[in-house]
């Protein structure tokens, strides 16, 4: 294990998780389960494609599904950061080239300026600094149902090398705030990356990937994480819920997940906390200490553990460390 330290002389400026793109099945029951059901806002919608937002978001888009015909579940194009300006993206588009990897610009709808390239794992990440939307509805409080989600916070990725994916993002300024190592050994086995303001922006952890384990939106109030659970069960979308509500050691996050029509993960969580200062120290949690993933509440089902959306035409690598989680159904088998 080696834990970097932060890269501040970076040439560009990443600021934040932007937006991620997605397939689905149905356009239609993925809109109703994130219109109706948690409360996010359609800003597209047509027969290829359909894009959504929360309260807070100014940008056209967090996430973007395009429509696939195949079956199976659905797989995910892209995890999408902003930059700062245009003139970051020029900079960083040199800066990826210099060092011998292979940037491209490609068109997306609804964006600006956008750069492509593969991480050190085989995640494909695109960068923009624009996204003109219309107006939010954060002061039109009328709106505001479901979760009442405010913006997309961070992304959880499986991967079979979580060292190579730190030291990537590390080069690129993103931070460490907690991590999970194996007691004693000191191999990690998940690291909390940020560029904003709080713990994470992505979170890169062991297991067999590269593939997305969930996505994330952010509340302010525990009350809209239940109420949120509470009209999903109204909308005939209660089997959804993927893991019960509980709070995490890391993050300090108060959470539920669920899973949308297309199997793709999305939690809904509050409570995270700021990291600011060059003197906040990341914070250490041992594998073995359950705490990490719950402070109270049930651990989760193995499949929380094991199920995650492939990336579209990524292959898939056994994780490189054999860490079995404890799970909901070996806790319960205890009695
Ligand atoms: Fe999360």
Redesign the pocket.
């Known amino acids: 294990m080696v834990l970097n330290n932060p890269v501040a002389d970076v040439p560009f400026n990443i600021t934040r998780l932007s937006h991620v793109v997605l397939t689905s099945r149905d356009l239609d029951a993925t809109r109703y389960f994130y219109e109706s059901g948690l409360g996010l806002e359609v800003t597209e919608h047509s027969a290829e494609c359909l894009c959504l937002r929360a309260i807070e978001e100014v940008g056209h888009h967090s996430l973007r599904f395009e429509k696939v015909a195949q079956e199976g579940p659905g797989v995910v194009r892209a995890i999408g950061y902003r930059m700062f300006s245009d003139d970051d993206l020029r900079r960083a588009f040199d800066w990826f080239a210099a060092r011998g990897d292979s940037p491209e610009w490609i068109e997306r709808p609804f964006q600006g300026l956008t750069l492509r390239i593969t991480d050190a794992v085989g995640v494909p990440v695109e960068f923009n600094a624009s996204m003109p939307g219309p107006e939010n509805r954060m002061r039109h409080f009328q709106t505001h149902a479901g979760g009442k989600l405010v913006y997309l916070?961070?992304v959880?990725i499986a991967t079979h090398n979580v060292q190579g994916a730190f030291d990537w993002y590390t080069e690129l300024g993103f931070r460490l705030t907690e991590y999970t190592a194996t007691d004693g050994t000191d191999e990690l086995w998940g690291v909390w990356l940020k560029r904003k303001n709080n713990t994470?922006d992505v979170?890169y952890s062991n297991g067999a990937g590269p593939r997305l384990h969930?996505l994330?939106y952010h509340t302010p109030e525990i009350a809209n994480v239940i109420h949120g659970a509470d009209v999903m069960a109204a909308l005939g979308l209660a089997e959804s819920m993927d893991r019960a509500p509980g709070r995490?050691g890391i993050?300090n996050?108060f959470?539920v997940y669920y899973r949308d029509p297309d199997g793709h993960r999305v939690?809904t969580?509050t409570s995270h906390y700021n990291v600011i200062d060059e003197d906040h120290p990341p914070t250490r949690w041992d594998l073995s200490d359950t705490r990490r993933s719950q402070i109270w509440g049930f651990p989760a089902p193995k499949k929380w553990f094991y199920e995650a959306s492939d990336f579209d035409g990524v292959a898939v690598n056994p994780p490189q460390l054999d860490a079995p989680p404890v799970t909901l159904e070996e806790f319960l088998a205890k009695g």
């Open positions: 916070d961070h959880q994470q979170v969930h994330a995490h993050g996050a959470f939690e969580f």
